[in-house]
């Protein structure tokens, strides 16, 4: 085919044609991904009059090519004439539907719901709903389960006949006697409660709920479980408490441990629904045993949900039945279980408050805090905040500083570097005196780190610090630890060196830049080794702004013009580049 929309324009029918016949797979699949180009070049009319119509004949192809077919047909609607034609798309999409590749089907499925957003009503009525309803009654598996996914879409804009007709349809695929149907009508049960009327989920769809959540097949009654949180808000909360809560307690015990998964994923969705004191009176024995399953699996979803589920209950009930399992939980013998845990459980702090954190809390954190997981330690320290705003800094520092420490020198890198990320949040929290007793050596040193993405961590981070604490303080505490660490007789550390100046440049004052960085640097130009040379010159076109003319002029422009002479390619490059940096600096 033509590389170019101008190109094909040129082109007749039947050599467009031609190359969706090609016996290369490969050369088919390109030509269904242009299909909007080929549209284009057709015009609307003989889009619609040839191009669709080749399609439904020739959709006998590889599944690679159907899908990438069933891909483009759903942004088609412009191309045959906008909304009011949009029904002509229809029928290669229906097709489609009923192919036997699932990845095919769902594609086609997603189309035609896009398609059916952009009908007018009558469209609707006249040509979506009959679709509906023949793959309904298809009599393969595959079109009775692709209908499932058509409901909710024609739902809202049909006439209460036809609404009332949809839910017999629907109930119809609830109760199919294959397996895979009932599962597609279980998974996608939920939209379709999405958009009925209150009456008509508690009268239609919970019969068909409570009956799907009795099926034989697990892979049926672990879908049916998605639609919980669907479900519970579109209910009132007596028919939530008479229909909803005991299929719920049910599923909590279940044989089949995906499906007590798929509860315990649904379990905070169920609880706002249901409203706290319906939670505490109901929902927590389900909870707490699902915090004690025997499958790893169940107890990472719930673990997960502590701390939203809590927000639901009283201090004095966390404390009784959520926190003895927590404890539990930071011991147990999946480290999947210990970092879902460790995601959330800072933030019961905060629904704590003080005292019960102190002395519930804290020696779970510091347990979690030398867990032998890398991703329990992270997901711990990720959420300091939470503790910091309850128990305050004092206490924060004398639990949980020698624990963060111990992380800043962790083997994992990147333990390390979640640590340095967090250094700024700590910082101002501790405050400059308290921060520079107890992490500032450890800043210094993380400079030197072995690995590069910390070095490169270190430098923003001391920039960081550098504005929370001011220009007097970085002139102190700062710059001279920073500018002792150039003489490392390694260049890579060297170099880590120069962009750490170039990053406290802009907050220090240009007195303090002047007479102590700006002679490191210029002194560096003279380096044995290239990279840390033409770094010289790429920081000295950084911080040129930042200084007077007369310093661009007296220092930082000859010492450029001698690199722009350096026996290093590279070197004179980016000294020439500055040079002609700071030329434009001096005519601004």
């Not at 609830?174 to 008509?200: I, N, S, W, Y």
């Not at 954190?357 to 804290?362: A, D, K, P, S, Y």
């Not at 700062?478 to 100046?501: E, F, S, W």
């Not at 076109?541 to 026996?567: F, M, W, Y």
């Given at each position: 085919?033509?590389?170019?929309?101008?190109?094909?324009?040129?082109?007749?029918?039947?050599?467009?044609?031609?190359?969706?016949?090609?016996?290369?797979?490969?050369?088919?699949?390109?030509s269904?991904?242009?299909?909007?180009?080929?549209?284009?070049?057709?015009?609307?009319e003989?889009?619609?009059?040839?191009?669709?119509?080749?399609l439904?004949?020739?959709?006998?192809?590889?599944?690679?090519v159907?899908?990438?077919?069933?891909?483009?047909?759903?942004?088609?609607?412009?191309?045959?004439?906008?909304?009011?034609?949009?029904?002509?798309?229809?029928?290669?999409?229906?097709?489609?539907?009923?192919?036997?590749?699932?990845?095919?089907?769902?594609?086609?499925?997603?189309?035609?719901?896009?398609?059916?957003?952009?009908?007018?009503?009558?469209?609707?009525?006249?040509?979506?709903?009959?679709?509906?309803?023949?793959l309904?009654?298809?009599?393969?598996?595959?079109?009775?389960?692709?209908?499932?996914?058509?409901?909710?879409?024609?739902?809202?804009?049909?006439?209460?006949?036809?609404?009332?007709?949809?839910?017999?349809?629907?109930?119809?695929?609830?109760?199919?006697?294959?397996?895979?149907?009932?599962r597609?009508?279980?998974?996608?049960l939920?939209?379709?409660?999405?958009?009925?009327?209150?009456?008509?989920?508690?009268?239609d769809?919970?019969?068909?709920f409570?009956?799907?959540?009795s099926?034989?097949?697990?892979?049926?009654?672990?879908?049916?479980?998605?639609?919980?949180?669907?479900?519970?808000?579109?209910?009132?909360?007596?028919?939530?408490?008479?229909?909803?809560?005991?299929?719920?307690?049910?599923?909590?015990?279940?044989?089949?441990?995906?499906v007590?998964?798929n509860?315990?994923?649904?379990?905070?969705?169920?609880?706002?629904a249901?409203?706290p004191?319906m939670?505490r009176?109901?929902?927590?024995?389900?909870?707490?045993?699902?915090?004690?399953?025997?499958?790893?699996?169940?107890?990472?979803?719930?673990?997960?949900?502590?701390?939203?589920?809590s927000?639901?209950l009283?201090?004095?009930?966390?404390v009784?039945?959520?926190?003895?399992?927590?404890?539990?939980?930071?011991?147990?013998?999946?480290q999947f279980?210990?970092?879902?845990?460790?995601?959330?459980?800072?933030?019961?702090?905060?629904q704590?408050?003080?005292?019960?954190?102190?002395?519930?809390l804290?020696?779970?954190?510091?347990?979690?805090?030398?867990?032998?997981?890398p991703?329990?330690?992270?997901?711990?320290?990720?959420?300091?905040?939470?503790?910091?705003?309850?128990?305050?800094?004092?206490?924060?520092?004398?639990?949980?500083?020698?624990?963060?420490?111990?992380?800043?020198?962790?083997?994992?890198?990147?333990?390390?570097?979640?640590?340095?990320?967090?250094?700024?949040?700590?910082?101002?929290?501790?405050?400059?005196?308290?921060?520079?007793?107890?992490?500032?050596?450890?800043?210094?040193r993380w400079?030197?780190?072995?690995?590069?993405?910390?070095?490169?961590?270190?430098?923003?981070?001391?920039?960081?610090?550098?504005?929370?604490?001011?220009?007097?303080?970085?002139?102190?505490?700062?710059?001279?630890?920073?500018?002792?660490?150039?003489?490392?007789?390694?260049?890579?550390?060297?170099?880590?060196?120069l962009v750490?100046?170039?990053?406290?440049?802009?907050?220090?004052?240009?007195e303090?830049?002047?007479?102590?960085?700006?002679?490191?640097?210029?002194?560096?130009?003279?380096?044995?080794?290239?990279?840390?040379?033409?770094?010289v010159?790429?920081?000295?076109?950084?911080?040129a702004?930042?200084?007077?003319?007369?310093?661009?002029?007296?220092?930082?422009?000859?010492?450029?013009?001698?690199?722009?002479?350096?026996?290093?390619?590279?070197?004179?490059?980016?000294?020439?580049?500055?040079?002609?940096?700071?030329?434009?600096?001096?005519?601004?």
């Amino acid at each position: 085919m033509a590389n170019n929309a101008g190109d094909d324009q040129y082109l007749p029918i039947a050599i467009l044609i031609d190359e969706l016949k090609n016996d290369d797979a490969l050369r088919r699949l390109n030509s269904i991904q242009r299909l909007g180009t080929i549209a284009l070049a057709l015009g609307e009319e003989r889009t619609r009059s040839e191009l669709l119509p080749f399609l439904i004949e020739n959709n006998d192809d590889e599944d690679e090519v159907l899908l990438a077919m069933s891909e483009e047909l759903g942004k088609f609607v412009p191309y045959v004439g906008g909304p009011s034609f949009g029904h002509t798309l229809l029928q290669p999409l229906e097709q489609l539907s009923q192919v036997e590749e699932t990845v095919v089907r769902d594609k086609a499925v997603e189309s035609l719901c896009k398609v059916a957003e952009q009908l007018p009503n009558s469209s609707i009525g006249e040509h979506f709903l009959p679709l509906i309803k023949r793959l309904s009654q298809g009599e393969w598996f595959t079109s009775r389960v692709s209908a499932c996914g058509l409901f909710a879409v024609a739902y809202t804009r049909s006439t209460a006949a036809q609404q009332t007709e949809l839910r017999q349809l629907y109930t119809q695929l609830c109760h199919d006697e294959t397996p895979m149907v009932r599962r597609a009508a279980a998974q996608k049960l939920g939209p379709f409660a999405a958009v009925l009327d209150r009456d008509a989920v508690s009268r239609d769809l919970l019969p068909l709920f409570t009956d799907l959540t009795s099926d034989d097949q697990d892979s049926v009654r672990l879908l049916a479980v998605e639609s919980c949180g669907a479900f519970a808000a579109a209910l009132s909360k007596d028919d939530c408490s008479a229909s909803l809560l005991p299929v719920v307690q049910k599923f909590a015990q279940d044989k089949s441990w995906r499906v007590r998964y798929n509860v315990a994923a649904q379990m905070v969705p169920l609880c706002e629904a249901l409203g706290p004191e319906m939670t505490r009176a109901e929902l927590v024995p389900a909870y707490i045993r699902l915090l004690e399953d025997s499958e790893a699996e169940v107890r990472i979803a719930a673990a997960g949900k502590v701390s939203a589920f809590s927000r639901m209950l009283t201090p004095p009930l966390i404390v009784s039945q959520v926190v003895p399992r927590v404890k539990e939980l930071a011991n147990d013998s999946s480290q999947f279980v210990r970092a879902a845990l460790a995601g959330v459980v800072m933030e019961l702090a905060p629904q704590l408050g003080k005292q019960p954190t102190i002395e519930h809390l804290v020696p779970v954190f510091l347990n979690l805090l030398r867990d032998p997981y890398p991703d329990v330690r992270l997901n711990v320290i990720s959420k300091l905040d939470q503790v910091n705003q309850v128990i305050g800094i004092e206490l924060l520092a004398q639990s949980l500083l020698p624990a963060i420490e111990e992380l800043a020198e962790d083997k994992h890198w990147r333990v390390r570097l979640a640590i340095l990320e967090h250094i700024p949040l700590l910082a101002n929290q501790l405050g400059a005196e308290f921060f520079q007793e107890k992490l500032g050596p450890q800043c210094m040193r993380w400079l030197e780190d072995q690995v590069a993405s910390i070095r490169e961590a270190a430098t923003k981070t001391l920039q960081k610090i550098a504005q929370e604490f001011g220009p007097e303080w970085a002139k102190e505490h700062l710059v001279p630890q920073v500018l002792g660490m150039i003489k490392n007789p390694h260049y890579l550390y060297r170099m880590t060196v120069l962009v750490a100046i170039s990053s406290l440049a802009s907050f220090v004052s240009q007195e303090v830049f002047v007479s102590s960085m700006l002679p490191v640097l210029v002194s560096c130009a003279k380096d044995r080794v290239p990279n840390v040379k033409f770094n010289v010159a790429k920081v000295l076109e950084r911080v040129a702004p930042l200084v007077d003319a007369s310093v661009v002029s007296q220092t930082i422009k000859p010492c450029l013009a001698e690199l722009s002479e350096d026996g290093d390619a590279d070197v004179q490059f980016y000294a020439r580049q500055a040079l002609y940096a700071c030329d434009n600096i001096q005519m601004q």
